[in-house]
């Protein structure tokens, strides 16, 4: 056991939880540090030692977090937001030439997850059924023409993240005034059905799947799952252990995944914790323990469905209060 087992987390934001968990986790066995860009970012304060550092897109910032995890003998690093993941994982060596870990996905899957048209291909070219997904709007026309698809239907930037600038479109009209006023966006089905999370660890040593929870979403807030259900179901469970071998994912994920007529749609992927992960931890399924584990050269114990159906999670406000 190391004796400094200190994690970094970045862009850490409102998620005080998750410090919050990774703090009960390392109690006597390390220190939780957080970085943020601004200093009114609440979860720095729930962290051992925070820094505040340039933004992601900034030059120097690479050099800021790698400077970090050397003088803090930080073990292992991870980010909470999804332009930052890719980072990580493009420099994943100059991390782990310092003794840092960064628990994320290689470089091409986080780009993969960031691009939802790209994460579409590769979805229908794998055999998956997901959520039908335009780029070329003259095609989308076609297909409802054809009768193939429907209005109403998303409208979304082809990268983009926290349901930022998704818009509900019911007509040729609105598409064509959204398109002539934004870049990259793509028009995506409306799906009728049953929205579902998933929360899945894959071990970063033996890359298999380890954790999977999976939880109905009751009510979204702001692009967050607000409220949720735990659900069960082996058929669900196995799908999302197909995909994720496909896609060759490590590290924390969340899917977002759809239920029509009984049948399942792998709607999207965050490479990161999710934003309803304290569902998952507060069910038992201890995602920081293993991430610990891994930093300490172990593999984790299959722990697939290892939690109780029918629990509920409720979010709500709290105050952080700063002298």
Known sequence: MNEDLNILILSCGTRNKIVQYFKKELAGKGLVMATDCSNIAPALYDADKHFIVPRSEDVEYLDVILS??????IKAVLSLIDPELSLLAKHKQAFLDIG??????????AELCFDKFR????LVRNGFQTVQSYIDKEKFYFDVKSGVINYPVFVKPVKGSASINISKVTSKEEIELLFSRFDNLMIQEFMDGTEYGADVYIDMICDDPVAIFTKEKVKMRAGETDK?????DEMLFELIKDFVKKAGF??????????VNGQYYISEVNPRFGGGFPHAYES???VPQMIINNIN???NVDNIGQYDEGILMMKYNEVKIIK
């Not at 994460?119 to 590769?122: A, I, L």
């Not at 949720?228 to 069960?232: M, R």
């Not at 490590?250 to 239920?259: A, E, L, R, S, Y």
């Open 68 to 73: 970090i995890c050397k003088e803090n003998n």
């Open 100 to 109: 840092t870990v960064p628990i994320v996905s290689d470089f091409d899957v």
């Open 119 to 122: 994460m579409f291909e590769f």
């Open 228 to 232: 949720s259900v735990s659900i069960k």
């Open 250 to 259: 490590k590290g924390i994920i969340d899917i977002d995944i759809f239920k």
């Open 284 to 286: 038992g399924v201890n």
């Open 297 to 299: 050269g172990d593999i």
